[in-house]
């Protein structure tokens, strides 16, 4: 008598796919954006048109906090307007996020005046439209911290290395689980079959009466 597996009624399982899921999920990320960054370190790596930036400091608090990671979209830099929040190279070839508060005309090129949401000053050097890398789409709060240690080349071997935990172990618990279904009913299996021998026999010896 042997019962179907089905895996998917498993609570176990279900916790083992949708945890790997997502840590696959995070590590091909990882992985992705290094091999972009590797390949071209001149330009930011980019998913779909969408950059992820970590960030560094306390400029736009308010709007954005230190920690955060932010997304920004690739935008083509003409449509960009006042009040837009930017992301873009500085003088310094860091990339910097802050909002446009000034469009002006520089000789013939259009340019950006940009400050930080939490500064005092406008930023020094005016933003050509070369230098814009994106236009702020979100943020996840305190994930750039951990985006930044899961770029580390440990970090990544010892995901790589849960990931294959939980599969084992959730492998393990799956079997065990199957084998202990299966032997109950195999137990209550042969007991029926035990039981029919027995009333079989009865009724044969009330039949010799």
Do not use: C
């Not at 091999?35 to 001149?42: L, V």
């Not at 930023?123 to 580390?152: H, K, P, Q, W």
């Not at 080349?153 to 935990?165: E, K, R, W, Y």
């Amino acid at each position: 008598m042997k019962r179907e597996k089905k895996w998917y009624k498993s609570a176990s399982n279900w916790f083992m796919v949708i945890a790997s899921t997502i840590l696959i999920l995070i590590l091909a990320a990882n992985l992705f954006i290094i091999f972009q960054s590797k390949t071209n370190e001149d330009q930011v790596p980019s998913v779909f048109g969408y950059k992820p930036f970590i960030v560094l400091s306390g400029s736009m608090e308010g709007k954005i906090h230190k920690g955060d990671l932010i997304v920004t979209k690739i935008v083509d830099p003409t449509t960009l307007k006042v009040n837009d929040i930017i992301a873009f190279r500085d003088a310094e070839n860091t990339v910097t996020t802050h909002r446009i508060i000034d469009i002006v005309d520089n000789n013939g090129s259009t340019q950006f005046i940009t400050k930080g949401d939490n500064n005092t000053t406008q930023d020094r050097n005016l933003v050509s439209l070369d230098d814009v890398e994106g236009i702020y789409v979100t943020r996840f709060s305190s994930f750039g911290s951990i985006m930044n240690s899961l770029a580390e080349p440990t970090t990544i071997m010892a995901l790589a290395l849960l990931i294959t935990v939980i599969f084992v172990i959730g492998f393990a618990i799956s079997v065990r689980k199957e084998k202990s279904l299966e032997r109950e009913e195999f137990l209550k299996y042969k007991m029926m079959k035990e039981y029919q021998e027995k009333m079989k026999d009865s009724d044969s010896n009330d039949r010799y009466r």
